[in-house]
Every structure is written in structure tokens, then in C-alpha cells.
Antibody
Framework: QVQLQESGPGLVKPSHTLSLTCTVSGGSISSSRSSWNWIRQHPGKGLEWIGHIYNGGTTYYNPSLKSRLTLSLDTPKRQLSLKLISVTAADTAVYYC???????????WGLGTMVTVSA | QSVLTQPPSVSGAPGQKVTISCTGSGSNIGAGFDVHWYQQLPGTAPKLIIYGNNNRPSGVPDRFSGSVSGTSASLAITGLQATDEADYYCQSYDSSLSDFVVFGGGTKLTVL
């Protein structure tokens, strides 16, 4: 069974870059039919899709984050990465990675990692 | 402001049926894009409970069902149990500005 585990710094300073990694275990990330997604949840709020990447490297980003966001895949390491530049307090959230199916549903989720943007 | 609109809260007594609505528009649900539903228990990651409008992943009880009509979708939960108390989110795809994934704002289900 595929499992996902997010990792990264719990605290990032304003205007700095947030970098997160999601490690995939129990399966390959090479499937051309799966999307690898990042989703975040602000404290006490709903879910916000950040973006996704396919094995071939094609990316789709939430228009509201597109100018600051880069997603990448490291297939040998079975990792997906998120890089968000120029962060502000509004980027404080729990960040989840999730595996998407051909139906665009998120079938498998990581446990999430809390990121706080503060000086 | 979410692209998909859900009621902030619903409630029901054990054993009863509740329905959670998810209202979209012609650029998402009304365009024929699939609707998926997630259950988020307190302090945990969301879990897929309905995909492709009305399909249940393995292990999800048949008390959960989904439907779509026009620009709206619904999640029905029958035989309500205390363990169903959670936040529920609908999700679809929107093609209005640039293609992207959209979520509803979430609905808090309280079991009385």
C-alpha cells in the first residue's frame, strides 16, 4: 500500500522560501496515470489545492500561487518537492501531499506537516 | 469564497439520515466534471469516501452515497453514527479561468 510522508521546517521567516518534501513508500511514483498533489489547510479553515505534477514533469498550479510556486519530482528517490517563495503569514497552514488518480480524486494522503510563517 | 458552496454545518441524531449539498456552476459540476467527497476527522488528514460522483473506495460503508444533479452534488449518510462526526469536503474541477482543482468550503457534521 502506498504511503506518503511530508517533511520540512516547521517555521519559516517571512519573505523566505518554504521547501517541503513528500516521500513515497510502498509503491512507485513513475505511473503516468497518477498525479502527485500538494494541498494545504489554513488553521481552522478548509482545503486549498496548491498544484500537482505528473511523472513526465507536467505541472498544474493554483492560479493564486502560480507566480511563487515550483513543484518537482525526484523519481529515483521517490520524492516530490514543493518550493514556495516570498512567504507571508498567509502561507501558515498544514501542508499535505496526496496521490491523485485518473479521476482527479485524491485517493491517498500524507499525514500533513504544519508550517508557520513568523519572524 | 470557495468555488463550490457547502452549508457550514449540518446535524442529525444517531440512526437518522443527513444530506450535505455542494453547489457549483456551469464551469465545474455543471460541465460534467466528477465530484469527490472527503471526510476529515478532528486532527487527521482528509480521507476519500466518494469518488467519481457515486463510487465508494474499498472499506467505506455503504451508508455513504453520492449523487449529482445539474450544477449540484450531494453526499448522503444514512444510519448516522457518532463516529461520523467530522468535516466533509466536496471537490471537483473548474475550467473557468485556468483548469484547476476546487474544493467546497467544508461542512461540519454534528451527531446529536
Amino acid at each position: 500500500q502506498v504511503q506518503l510522508q511530508e517533511s520540512g521546517p516547521g517555521l519559516v521567516k517571512p519573505s523566505h522560501t518554504l521547501s517541503l518534501t513528500c516521500t513515497v513508500s510502498g509503491g512507485s511514483i513513475s505511473s503516468s496515470r497518477s498525479s502527485w498533489n500538494w494541498i494545504r489547510q489554513h488553521p481552522g479553515k478548509g482545503l486549498e489545492w496548491i498544484g500537482h505534477i505528473y511523472n513526465g514533469g507536467t505541472t498544474y498550479y493554483n492560479p493564486s500561487l502560480k507566480s511563487r510556486l515550483t513543484l518537482s519530482l525526484d523519481t529515483p528517490k521517490r520524492q516530490l518537492s514543493l518550493k514556495l517563495i516570498s512567504v507571508t503569514a498567509a502561507d501558515t497552514a498544514v501542508y499535505y501531499c496526496a496521490k491523485g488518480g485518473t479521476d482527479d480524486a485524491f485517493h491517498i494522503w500524507g499525514l500533513g506537516t504544519m508550517v508557520t510563517v513568523s519572524a | 469564497q470557495s468555488v463550490l458552496t457547502q452549508p457550514p454545518s449540518v446535524s442529525g441524531a444517531p440512526g437518522q439520515k443527513v444530506t450535505i449539498s455542494c453547489t457549483g456552476s456551469g464551469s465545474n459540476i455543471g460541465a460534467g466534471f466528477d465530484v469527490h467527497w472527503y471526510q476529515q476527522l478532528p486532527g487527521t488528514a482528509p480521507k476519500l469516501i466518494i469518488y467519481g460522483n457515486n463510487n465508494r473506495p474499498s472499506g467505506v460503508p455503504d451508508r455513504f452515497s453520492g449523487s449529482v444533479s445539474g450544477t449540484s452534488a450531494s453526499l448522503a449518510i444514512t444510519g448516522l453514527q457518532a463516529t461520523d462526526e467530522a468535516d466533509y469536503y466536496c471537490q471537483s474541477y473548474d475550467s473557468s479561468l485556468s483548469d484547476f482543482v476546487v474544493f467546497g468550503g467544508g461542512t461540519k457534521l454534528t451527531v446529536l
